[in-house]
């Protein structure tokens, strides 16, 4: 698909996240390569990470990956019925009183790691006559979700009950690591141990389960006995490195899924000693050309960035100067007309900074930098 097709019948706007099959496709292989027998879940949540959950949800379908995941059932229920119910979906989070029911209806996967989870979703079970297919939590290390392996004595005989009553479906157990991205630390051997024993409770007591499932990305890349019989992958399909520290996108040969532009809105020639955008915080040094990218804090665009990052225009990088206000952000660009395109990040391969770099920059991480890109900003889906 040429750009202007994919522009045709998108709302105008004058920036624009170009979202790369071919490159989402290549980051997939890539995983799947690294995973051997283990499946793939394709982890969408927020969005798929800004880059729009409905299209690379269906690339995902489309390439041959069975499982997806979101974050919010909210989120499961929206996309489940996008995507007309294709693949599996497991939902990671549900609040109490959350509509249950319906996530049965849609054939949602759902987590359990709490005892009212439990009872909550086979009620559901009970009054909808459909058997809830769950996966079970188990807090390893990162003290945000899942019953801790203390409770699971007590807990292993109520999910047996349920599931002999014909009310549950085990299909699941997980865990998630908190320091994947630590090389030195001994705690994703201890976590990958105490899931071992997790795994072991549930099989003496007779419970058949399909998918044991520790890694996401960090886990799939640099930790081999974490990928067990499922990986949850979200960063890496999107072409980032979960640690640049330990190896960039490009030296594990990833490609940024995302490409962020923008038409510059004007240019002005200004003498030196110019103070530019909110509280001066940079005054030209020289007599020089200024240009006025449309995209702010408000599309996600980090106010770390003022006087930090580089943009490229017309295959040169030119970094940005001042402050970035609500819609607008102020480059050096030499040359420059107004309806130039500027491209902030995308593919180093093509002699972009990443999002990684901006992320460096900013003092957060590529999953911010993307995940927060501002619904305003349209995303054009292209080859
Ligand atoms: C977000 C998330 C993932 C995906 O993590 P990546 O580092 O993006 O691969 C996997 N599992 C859980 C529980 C998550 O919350």
Redesign the pocket.
Known sequence: MSLKDAYNGEPHFPSRALISRSAFEHNLSKARELAGEAQIMA?I?ADA?GHGAEKIGEWALDAGVEWL?V?QLGEAIALRKALHERGRMLA?IAEPGAPFWEALELGIDLSVGASWALDEIAFAANESGIRARVHIEVDTGMARGGFSLAELPDIIPMIAEYAQSGLIETVGLWS?LALADDLQSPETQRQTEDFERACELFADAGIDIEFHHLA???GLLWHPRTRFSMV?????LYGLS?APEIATAEEMGLEPVMRLEADLVSVRDVPAGTGVSYGHTATTQEPMRLGTVPLGYADGIPRHASNSVEVVIGGQRHGLIGRVCMDQFVVAAPGAVAGDTVTLFGASASGFPTADDWAQHCDTIG?EIVSRLGTRVPRYFVD
């Open positions: 982890v949540k990470y995941a974050a990671l998630h996401a990305s960090g949850r992958t979200g960063i890496m979960p999953y």
